[in-house]
């Protein structure tokens, strides 16, 4: 999977691919917070995406 800071080079996202992209990552991190899971940094760099 590309990290999104290379999804760049491939150009924008459509409006409904990004708020999908968005709805995912806000599912994750509640998630995560109910497991009690501490995720120290989030950024672009971090975040994987689908081809």
Do not use: W
């Not at 800071?5 to 995912?24: M, R, V, W």
């Not at 995560?32 to 994987?48: D, S, T």
């Amino acid at each position: 999977m590309p990290k999104m800071e290379n999804c760049i080079s491939i150009g924008p996202f459509t409006e409904h691919k990004a708020a999908s992209y968005i709805s995912q990552i806000a599912d994750a991190l509640v998630y995560l917070q109910k497991k009690k899971v501490i995720h120290r940094v989030m950024k672009p760099e971090n975040i994987l995406l689908p081809r």
